[in-house]
């Protein structure tokens, strides 16, 4: 096992085309990190340069004490889950996971041994004759993960593993790779373009933009501390709700911000934290609002008047434990090349915008009697507001 | 009740329209079968009149024997001819079967400096008609015997030489385009797993093209048995010559009546290229890759 560190790694194309840009990022041993990004961002190639697949046009990459710039793939002691599981389709399962120790003249004996650990891990016992076109998809999956676990390597790369499976099996499976993970405390580097992938199996999560690393850290820290509006729009499901005011001085050190009609004040303890806010006291500020951070006005009798947005209800689902809302509110939409990547990859650049104002989800309690068309007012937590700046979308702090 | 029944499956109804419907699909099958099978009954026929003339020969022979064979066995160099051309056709179409897939797994998987010029100039060598180098294929071998009497004239390893040469372009292009509908990610999970390049080719992906193998193997075989036109002129000797050259010989001459002769040999012929397809049949099958990745 061994820590995985890349220090200014760049990877430019023939054609000009630099995918990864001065990548900079430790991996300790046995962490599990997950590269994550939409289309194109990079993540692949990233992880492809540390399989060795893909050439390092500058930079340092080491595994273990290791530079391993030059090794080939078999030399850097790695194993690979391909998105496509590229099993070999002529070797039954038990020589797809044997392949790896035949090539490297491992004795018949002890490879018999690891084939049938890793089989009896994977609950793939009754399949090791069968050829990967008798097996489903989960069962592809896991001989994959088999034939990966079975070498015992330094290091577990796995891209977009999960991305071929129905949605219930990838939830399941998803469980069962973070499990293995942890069972075996392999240094693992996922790679995935599902946020919730990201957020549920990593200890820490990196998320990629056009090839530039945007933030590190634990799933947890980057959903509530996200460094920046593409960050905020990619992390957590449904995206976080952003819309452009402008922020006021209230009282004498107090702040608030227009929010279209709307006026919220902010409580004091926001304007402790950023300090920075008050360099943008009288211009515009993009604010970031999390769908769990509103609720129904109507379920929260007491909640004072300058923390409510006046909603125009467009759709409802109710979830049995939510219900989540969607709603137009009267502010400015904000509009960087982050929202228009971010429409991009949700596939909300297609959708047809005969809306005015701003689009938010908010989820709320089940109780609440929200119906669609509904004139209703959103009270919002003032507290866990986030601020970024509306040209370059870095958040708003110290 | 009645009626419906009635209606539902009295041929009667439909009689009138068999012809339109099914008969005439019949009747172009009748002729088709006609065409291809009446070349090989008269083939046949002739090979076992033993009067062995092409004017005598009927398509039912009327006594049939197996003089010809005998004939054919006792007079002439059947067996060396026969012995000749499988070792040439067998050789010429398992070592271009072996070198174009060398070729196609290069041009299909790596990306090297003269690539596109390669696979162009492949192309174009392709087109030029083979049979107006024989001339200047001629010369060359002349000046080759001179040196090299081994691979020269009235030898099989020169033959096979201008036979690999012919096929490789053609069996290369056909190749690299099987080659390519084999995922990537085969080799590069191979290469992660540490397998080297040659690992590679022969323990992943020959298997997964083997019906490409096939294909270019047979028709190799084939052009090699059936080539005429390089082997008349590159094998004169008696003992040298392929079934080809040897059978054209009986008949070539103009008073000859060793038509039945002929046809023995022809049938005899036809029997190892039938044997090999019926061999490499179930080889050249697709969705051998079916499996890999997800489809």
Known sequence: MAEVVLEKINKTYENGFHAVIDLDLEIADGEFLVLVGPSGCGKTTALRMVAGLE??????????????????????????????????????????????????????????????????????????????????????QRVAMGRAIVRQPQVFLMDEPLSNLDAKLRVQMRAEIAQLQRDLAVTTVYVTHDQIEAMTMGDRVAVMKAGLLQQVGQPQYIYDNPDNLFVAGFIGSPPMNMALAVLEREGADGLAVLVGSARLVLAASVAVARPGLAAYIGRDVAIGVRSEDMEDARLVPGAPADARLRAQVNLTEALGSEI??????????????????????????????????????ASFAPRSPVKPRDQIEV???????HFFDPKTGVAIRG | MADRKSSAVYLGSARGSWLRQVGWRHLIGVVALFFALFPVVFVLSAALNPLGTLSSTELIPTGASLENFRRLFAETRFATWFGNTLLIGMTAAISSMFISACAAFAFSRYRFIGRRAGLMSLLLVQMFPQNLAVVALYLMFTSITDYYPAVGFNTPWGLILLYLGAALSVNTWLMKGFFDTIPRELDESAKVDGATHSQIFFG????????????????????????????????????????????????????????????????????????????????????????????
């Open chain 1, 55 to 140: 050439d390092i046009s500058s930079g340092t990459m080491r595994i273990g004490s290791r530079v391993v710039n030059t090794l080939s793939p078999k030399d850097r002691d790695i194993a690979m889950v391909f998105q496509s599981y590229a099993l070999y389709p002529h070797m039954s399962v038990a020589d797809n996971i044997a392949y790896g120790l035949k090539i490297r003249k491992m004795s018949k004996e002890e490879i018999q041994r690891r084939v049938k650990r890793a089989a009896d891990m994977l609950e793939l016992g009754p399949l090791l004759d069968r050829k990967p076109k008798q097996l489903s998809g989960g069962q592809r």
């Open chain 1, 379 to 385: 009270v919002v937590d003032t507290e866990r507001l």
């Open chain 1, 324 to 361: 989540v809302v969607h709603f137009e509110i009267d502010a400015r939409r904000v509009v960087t090349e982050d929202t228009r990547l971010l429409e991009k990859h949700t596939g909300a650049a297609e959708a047809v915008h005969h809306d005015t104002g701003t689009r938010f989800v």
């Open chain 2, 204 to 295: 992943i992906i020959l298997p997964l093209v083997v019906p490409i193998l096939a294909v270019t193997g047979l028709i190799g075989f084939i052009t090699a048995v059936n080539e005429f036109i390089l082997a008349n002129v590159f094998l004169t000797d008696s003992g040298s010559k392929t079934l080809a050259v040897g059978l054209y010989g009986l008949v070539a001459g103009e008073r000859n009546n060793n038509f039945g002769i002929f046809c023995a040999g022809s049938v005899l012929t036809a029997i190892p290229t039938v044997a090999l397809f019926q061999y490499l049949q179930r080889y050249i099958v697709g969705g051998l890759t079916a499996g890999a990745v997800k489809g």
